[in-house]
């Protein structure tokens, strides 16, 4: 059976970048220059295994990675390398990273995504319509 090589035309989005960089950061991608000059980047999936970045300037333009091989511009590496040089960083966490805060009402725990604030202002307002009886608490989880 035939296989087909098709190159991507998958676009350098910001996105992209971050998600990448993200990715080489979780799977402890390592970028290194060789005594040649030439970059390499280790593998995110095989431990034994190096990419060799094609690099000009501070550009990173090819990689010998599956995803640059398919004409990708963005991969892991190359955004492991661009990290490593100073010119791509992580965006900062949202202000308000999204911790579930638990309102628990009569024993029965409920998720919520809002903040300890938000949570604390549902129990007054539970308390103040539920009956007596109700046990209403607030808990970071
Ligand atoms: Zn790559």
Same mark, same amino acid.
């Given at each position: 059976m035939a296989t087909t090589m098709q190159r991507t035309n998958r676009a350098a989005t910001p996105a992209r970048w971050q998600a990448a960089l993200t990715r080489a950061m979780e799977a402890g991608v390592q970028v290194r220059q060789l005594t040649s000059g030439a970059w390499i980047a280790t593998s995110a999936t095989d431990p034994t295994a190096a990419y060799e970045l094609g690099v000009t300037g501070d550009v =990173?333009? %090819? +990689?010998?990675c599956k995803a640059g091989a398919f004409g %990708?511009?963005? +991969?892991c590496h190359r955004a492991a390398y661009y990290h490593l040089v100073g010119l791509l960083d992580r965006d900062p966490? /949202?202000?308000? /990273? =999204? =911790?579930p805060v638990l309102v628990i009402i009569d024993g029965a725990r409920y998720a919520t995504r809002s903040t300890r604030e938000e949570a604390d202002a549902v129990a007054a307002s539970i308390r103040r319509w539920a009956s007596t009886s109700t046990h209403v608490a607030v808990l970071a989880a």
């Open positions: =990173a333009h %090819d +990689c010998t %990708d511009p963005v +991969c966490e /949202p202000p308000n /990273p =999204a =911790a």
